[in-house]
């Protein structure tokens, strides 16, 4: 592991970006794959993985639970053999929340697990009852002390299971412990993100059994053994989307290479609604400014609504846009941090509960400002790339847990962005 980074972008901003930028591999497409390899005892070999601090992390967990991996050239192969442990520890989980989606697979192969729970979170409370519901009803006994999460099974309950909300992690998790349970699961209410039927393809190639992912009923027929997985990564959607923000809010031109389009119609329509010329293209998905966008006011919904990791960037976005608009917050309880921040820079925003009012200003000057979370620090970048003057971007190793090179992507397409260390 390398050691905690506490570095700045500095940003002058103004600059149009113009060019081409391909897409990563998605980091939470990525993580549950990941972790499904310790459904089977076989290699595992997973593709177009994102060079991620969240992707060197479920490496080093993968390797604490016993389970060789490595990571090296946009590829983790996690190898034959080694004895499962039962027990995911603090210092890694605590880094990254998604870590817990490991208690299906270890429940699944060891019928007991401990896992820590994952933390505090700056963007709200984010707890894990959904997993341990769900959990608790294909049969699984669940108890939460000392800072962990106690799970153990006699007998796996197959049948119908409903999640208490269609939670993205609720549902890898439970549908990863259902390809080991005897008989057919029902999941009902599940999530039907893109990284469901994503983790589904990547479970097929291990052999299991799945019906209806993508929908919001998952059918799985529980086999007595997987083989290895062999999976490429699917591109990652928020990051597609945050840099057609950057060609909107820059006023470029931006070929947006290997673009999960079909993962980004709520997205890709927003944007036109707000005059953005976005098409498809043999090569990928073009974003190019020809006009004056218009304020577009949106609420943040389960797939397929406008993804809540798209807000923060949206709001600097209509920030910057004449008129007025309202963003509505519905999936996580505190995610307007970026405000905070936009303000200083000239933003007029006005929040009232899960609403942001946003009036759009001339434009935003540049000043230091500090990161939140990965999709609030997408935010402030962006806004660096629009504002007048320098904007210092401090504490990015949330970003750097998130996005791929982005400062060397933003700066191939015409950004002026260095990454300094403070
Ligand atoms: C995943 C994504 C994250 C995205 C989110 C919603 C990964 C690694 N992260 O997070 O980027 O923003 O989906 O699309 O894939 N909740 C509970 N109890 C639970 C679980 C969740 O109350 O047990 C709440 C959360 O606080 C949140 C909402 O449910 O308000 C949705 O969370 P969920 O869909 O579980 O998101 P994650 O899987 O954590």
Not at 114 to 121: A, H
Not at 210 to 233: K, N, P
Not at 364 to 370: A, E, H, N, Q
Request: proline fraction near 5%; glycine fraction near 10%.
């Amino acid at each position: 592991m390398k050691p905690f980074r506490l570095d700045a972008f500095v940003i002058r901003g103004g600059k149009r970006l113009r060019g081409t930028v391909r897409v990563s591999g998605s980091k939470n497409s990525a993580l549950p794959c990941l972790f499904a390899a310790i459904l089977s005892d076989e290699e595992s070999v997973i593709e177009n993985v994102p060079d991620l601090k969240d992707i060197r992390t479920a490496v080093a967990l993968l390797g604490r639970l016993g389970r060789k991996a490595h990571f090296e050239d946009g590829r983790v192969v996690v190898k034959a053999g080694g004895r499962l442990k039962p027990e995911a520890p603090y210092d890694l989980v605590s880094r990254m929340r998604a870590s817990v989606v490991v208690l299906g697979p270890i429940l699944a192969r060891l019928k007991k697990a401990r896992v820590s729970l994952p933390g505090g979170c700056a963007i709200g409370a984010r707890p894990v009852n959904y997993h341990l519901s769900v959990f608790r009803r294909m049969g699984a006994e669940v108890s939460v002390s000392e800072g962990y999460i106690h799970a153990k099974v006699k007998t796996w309950r197959a049948g119908r299971v409903r999640l208490d909300f269609p939670s993205v992690g609720a549902t890898e998790n439970a549908l990863m412990a259902a390809v080991l349970v005897p008989g057919r699961t029902v999941l009902t209410n599940a999530a039907r993100e893109p990284e469901i039927p994503a983790l589904a393809d990547c479970l097929r190639t291990m052999g299991a059994k799945i019906f209806g992912d993508g929908t919001s009923t998952i059918e799985v027929e529980g086999m007595e053994r997987l083989s290895g997985a062999r999976y490429r990564v699917v591109a990652d959607r928020i990051e597609a989307g945050t840099f057609l923000t950057a060609a909107a809010i820059t006023r470029g031109s931006v070929l947006l290479k290997d673009a999960p389009v079909d993962h980004m119609a709520s997205t890709i329509d927003l944007f036109r609604k707000a005059g953005m010329d976005v098409r498809e293209t043999p090569d990928g998905l073009l974003a190019r400014w020809k006009r004056p966008l218009k304020p577009v006011s949106v609420k943040t919904e389960i797939f397929p609504g406008f993804p809540t990791d798209m807000q923060a960037q949206w709001m600097v976005l209509m920030s910057i846009t004449p008129g007025r608009c309202r963003i509505t917050e519905d999936i996580f309880e505190n995610r307007f941090l970026h405000a905070q921040e936009l303000l200083r820079m000239g933003a007029r925003i006005d929040i009232k509960g899960n609403t942001a009012s946003v009036e759009g200003v001339k434009q935003l000057s540049g000043c230091p400002l500090m990161v939140s979370d990965l999709r609030a620090g997408a935010a402030l970048v962006l806004a660096g790339l629009a504002a007048k003057g320098e904007t210092k971007v401090l504490r990015v190793y949330h970003l750097d847990r998130g996005y791929e090179s982005m400062e060397k992507k933003l700066r191939a397409l015409g950004a002026d962005i260095r990454r300094v260390a403070v």
